[in-house]
């Protein structure tokens, strides 16, 4: 049977566009279907603008630093609208570049809304339908709001953060997510006065206990109010602007903006896999198998919209091995073991593999190395800063099965101890490593005896 085209792609994010441009260069014909701008939720208004913000945020630690360091810095000022228009600039430069890559690649960009009509067809917003031999989902999320909540709609989301037209002056950021955690640490330090409230004990469900409990009090030292155990029941606006928001548990925290940040889900309302023959699971996602192929043979998906590891870097190799397998060499299995990701606080925190807890039920016998140490640059700055490293180690075969680091720049080290574990380290392999000085990432290769050893999920030492 003949079809329009080879490919139909839906969504021109982190996966939609790898899988276009490598589809096409492939020699499929490709179309790609775009209802808002081209680049997706990272571009956009994901990890880009976020990892701008965050730069511009840690001037204020840069001012503060550097009288230990013998400079007299005068009273620094911060414009909210100079930035927001910088980040503009860069956004609009990066998503052209996406659009320039895509269109160079042989791949046709359409920028209206696909829904799925059959298993081998998609119609767009404006009518005309295509039939393809293979269709991607590849819609991203977008964020949830909680149930129950009066007043919500004076809230905002990530969507809308970038772009306030004013600076808050005191923000209530809602939730423990990564996420949430990045904002309340950027904004604090752009100049807010911000409340971050969750459900939760503690902040970053998932990670590693001390990690969390490092973000916590790095947090609540750069002057972030931290309020557990409690939810906004309702938001009301003030006279004059401001809104009040009432917390479940009695308390009252007056603010210039309100953030939720307590969840995302995939876009797959309205989207048509169910005239496909498509169950959804009970996150809204599209399932997939080891290949990203749905229970439809023709309908594939990656990235988000999938809901298992929600990050850049994963929609775009699961885009890659996709294109490959339908149309090229044939792709290679992705390693989902051994992804780094990383918080971006201040300092971040950068994980990958299991946390201790995690190990523990895995594995009888677990080694743990941790230290715990004031960073060099706080000697002079005064700064009350900690960095905290933690290796996890499989007892019986010495692997590294979990790095945790709190640290600047933990971002760039993790990475490159994802590498290490990918290609299968042991402790072993760090110990002969020699160490370079002075620098934080030394002491991964210079902790030499465990803070903590395990046999059973009992410590023994
Ligand atoms: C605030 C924030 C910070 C983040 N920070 C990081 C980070 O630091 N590192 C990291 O790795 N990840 C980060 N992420 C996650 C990352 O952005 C996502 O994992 C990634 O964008 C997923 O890519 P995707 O291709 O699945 O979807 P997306 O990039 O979201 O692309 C989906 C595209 O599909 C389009 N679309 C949806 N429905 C339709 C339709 N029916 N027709 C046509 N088009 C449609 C959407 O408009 C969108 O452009 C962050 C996310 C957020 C919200």
């Known amino acids: 049977m003949a079809f329009d085209v080879d490919f139909f792609v839906i969504g021109a994010g982190s996966g939609g566009v790898r899988a276009a441009r490598v589809a096409a ?12 701008r081209i680049g997706g939720t990272c571009v956009i208004r994901g990890c880009v603008p976020k990892k701008l913000y965050v730069y511009a945020s840690r001037f204020a630690d840069d001012f503060a630093d550097a009288a230990g360091f013998g400079w007299s810095v005068g009273t620094p000022s ?3 609208p100079s930035l927001v228009a910088a980040k503009d600039k860069e956004i609009a430069r990066l998503s052209a570049a996406y659009r320039a890559n895509l269109e160079a690649s042989g791949a046709r960009l359409i920028e209206e809304r696909a829904v799925i009509v059959g298993p081998q067809r998609v119609r767009l917003a404006s ?28 809230a905002i989301t990530s969507n809308e953060v970038f772009d306030l037209p004013v600076f808050p002056r005191r923000l209530v950021v809602v939730g423990g997510s990564y996420i949430a955690v990045e904002f309340a640490s950027l904004f604090q330090r752009l100049g807010s006065k911000v409340t971050l409230v969750m459900r939760a004990p503690n902040v ?52 210039d903006q309100v953030l939720v940040a307590t969840g995302r889900a995939p876009n797959t309302k309205g989207l048509g896999v169910e005239a496909a023959g498509l169950a959804l699971s ?11 192929t749905s229970a439809v043979p023709s309908i594939h998906a990656v990235g988000d919209v999938t809901h298992r590891v929600n990050l850049t870097p994963v929609a775009i190799r699961e885009g890659h091995a996709l294109a490959d397998r339908l149309f090229g060499p044939g792709g290679g299995a992705i390693r989902y073991d051994t992804i780094a990701s990383v918080v971006f606080g201040t300092p971040e925190l950068g994980a990958v593999g ?19 140490f004031r960073p060099m640059k ?22 590294i099965v979990g790095a945790h680091l709190l640290a600047p720049d933990a971002g760039e080290m993790i990475q490159l101890v994802a590498v290490a574990m990918t290609m299968g380290a042991a402790k072993a ?33």
Not at 25 to 35: P, R
Not at 282 to 292: G, Q, R, T
Not at 357 to 363: P, S, T, V
């Open 25 to 36: 260069g492939h020699g499929a014909k490709t179309v790609v279907a775009e209802e808002s």
């Open 78 to 80: 911060f414009d909210w």
């Open 127 to 154: 009518g005309p339908e295509f039939s393809a031999r293979h269709i991607l989902v590849a819609v991203g999320s977008r964020p949830t709001l909680p149930p129950g909540v009066e007043g919500l709609e004076h």
């Open 204 to 255: 970053l469900r998932g990670f590693d206990e001390d990690m969390r409990n490092g973000v916590r009090d790095a947090m609540a030292r750069g002057g972030v109010a931290l309020r557990y155990g409690c939810s906004p029941s309702r938001i009301e606006r003030q006279a004059g602007g401001s809104l009040r928001v009432m917390l479940s548990d009695g308390a009252v925290v007056d603010a």
């Open 282 to 292: 009970a996150h809204e996602a599209v399932k997939v198998d080891e290949n990203l």
């Open 354 to 372: 299991l946390t201790e807890a995690e190990a523990l039920e895995r594995f009888p016998k677990v080694e743990v190395y941790k230290t715990d």
């Open 378 to 399: 706080a000697t002079l700055s005064g700064s009350g800063e900690r960095t905290i490293m933690k290796l996890v180690v499989d007892g019986a075969t010495q692997k």
């Open 429 to 461: 392999d760090f110990d002969a490593t020699v160490a370079v000085h002075p620098t934080a990432a030394e002491e991964l290769v210079t902790m030499r005896y465990p803070s903590a050893w395990y046999e059973g999920g009992n410590r023994v030492g």
